[in-house]
Every structure is written in structure tokens, then in C-alpha cells.
């Protein structure tokens, strides 16, 4: 997270942001004074996020290569970047995401069918703080029908029963494995 920050922080310094290196409270202000002040800035940072070492080295540590082989996948592959999602109702990009709709990950990533998405908190992420919502079982469907949306695709909105979602609450240091069938989406 402070390897996160300290790409924002540059762009912050760039547009004569100052936020405080201690008080997250205080760099959250920042970020929203950034986005609100070069979305292009914002945007180019977010995206620069996701080609941190550090965060690549999560996907390809050994407890983890462990963990997944452990659970069937005899060779582990990491088939896409980490993707970063910074979730604030202060920082809602016009014409794009929030947060993400019901979907399945294969769709976008189309790995083995036995592939896996970790999915790992950089923040603590408790019930009703836009967690991780899961359809138990859902995975089990196959590949479900899909439309267009601004993240990519979403389930049909006519398959998703929305009292099945079970929230994942997850801290900093955990990571949630599951099926890219599995049918997930930002609370």
C-alpha cells in the first residue's frame, strides 16, 4: 500500500497536493483533491499501480504457488496483471465503474478452466465497506451469458439472484481464492 501511495503522492507533489505521509485520513483528501483536479493524473497513477513489483511478487510468492497447487492446479501461471480497485464514493470516474457488477473473472482473463483468482486486500475490508461479494456455488454453472458494461461484461442481470450474495470480509495479509467462475462483485 505505501509503494500504492507513493505513485499517487508524486502526482500530488506534481499538481502542489500536500497530503500527510502518516495520517491515511489525510492522504485520502489528497487523492480526492487529485482526482478532482487531473482526472488524467488520477487515472495514469491508478494505472501505474498495477505494475508494481511488490504486488506482482504477492501473485508469484511460494506459500501462496503452494496453496493453489495444493488445491489442484499442478502448474501455476499468472495470466494477467494485478488488478488494483480503489473503491471511494469519492472517487467515482465519470462513464466508468465504481464498483464491479456481478461478473466472472474467466471471461476477461480466459485461463485453464481450473484457473483461480486470488483476490487480496491492501486495506481492511469489513461487511457493508464495499467488500468482496461471492455467490457461493455459483462457479459450478459454467460460463454464464453476459452484456457489456463499462467494466467489461456483467452477468445477465436476469440470472443473478442478489439475496445469494454472501459478503467476504478480508484484511491486509489475507487472500481469497476462488474460481474465475465464480460469480463475485463489489458490494
Excluded at 508494481?52 to 501462496?64: K, Q, W
Excluded at 501455476?76 to 480497485?85: E, G, L, M, Q
Aim: net charge neutral; hydrophobic share 45%.
Amino acid at each position: 500500500i505505501a509503494e500504492c501511495r507513493a505513485i499517487f503522492r508524486r502526482q500530488m507533489k506534481r499538481h502542489g497536493i500536500g497530503d500527510s505521509t502518516s495520517a491515511e485520513a489525510e492522504f485520502d483528501s489528497a487523492l480526492a483533491k487529485l482526482f478532482s483536479a487531473s482526472m488524467a493524473s488520477y487515472l495514469g497513477a491508478a494505472r501505474l499501480t498495477q505494475y508494481l513489483p511488490s504486488l506482482h511478487r504477492i501473485g508469484a510468492n511460494a506459500p501462496l504457488l503452494d496453496l493453489v497447487r495444493r488445491l489442484g492446479v499442478e502448474h501455476p501461471v499468472i495470466s494477467t496483471r494485478p488488478v488494483v480497485h480503489i473503491v471511494s464514493d469519492a472517487l467515482v470516474v465519470p462513464g466508468g465503474y465504481h464498483r464491479t457488477p456481478p461478473h466472472q473473472d474467466w471471461r476477461s482473463v480466459q485461463g485453464s478452466l481450473d484457473a483461480v483468482t486470488a483476490w487480496v486486500p491492501l486495506v481492511p475490508v469489513a461487511a457493508g465497506q464495499n467488500t468482496l461479494e461471492v455467490i457461493p456455488g455459483s462457479h459450478r454453472q459454467g460460463l454464464l451469458p453476459a452484456v457489456p458494461h463499462p467494466f467489461g461484461t456483467e452477468i445477465e442481470p436476469e440470472r443473478i439472484d442478489e439475496a445469494a450474495f454472501v459478503p467476504v470480509a478480508a484484511s491486509p495479509g489475507d487472500v481469497v481464492l476462488f474460481s474465475m467462475f465464480l460469480v463475485h462483485r463489489t458490494g
